[in-house]
């Protein structure tokens, strides 16, 4: 069966930097469409970023352009989501998903803080 177990959250400061972590099992990771998701306290869930499985193309949030940066090691199974400058408004579970047979896969979360 799919699993995502997400990794990396916690507390930091503004302005400083986190990676998080994927790791997928239960299908076949290197053709599969891999994304980072957030929800905030009181806020719908929203796409932070994509990664494609061929080619490695990504697409974000216009909120984290230029600061976040996602990647994939398919010989790991393992998607990454590198998080610079970061921001309070960027405080939220952070959560892993892939697609299936129109089905959404998602892990348990991790928690960012951002906070002095």
């Known amino acids: 069966q799919v699993q995502l177990v997400e990794s990396g959250g916690g507390l930091v400061q503004p302005g400083g930097s986190l990676r998080l972590s994927c790791a997928a099992s239960g299908f076949p990771f290197s053709t599969y469409i891999m994304s980072w998701y957030r929800q905030a306290p009181g806020k719908e869930r929203e796409l932070v970023a994509r990664i494609i499985s061929v080619g490695g193309g990504t697409n974000y949030a216009d909120s984290v352009k230029g600061r976040f940066t996602i990647s994939r090691d398919n010989a790991k199974n393992t998607v990454y989501l590198q998080m610079n400058s970061l921001k309070p408004e960027d405080t939220a579970v952070y959560y892993c998903?892939?697609?299936?047979?129109?089905?959404?896969?998602w892990g348990q979360g991790t928690q960012v803080t951002v906070s002095s």
């Open positions: 998903n892939t697609r299936s047979l129109g089905r959404d896969y």
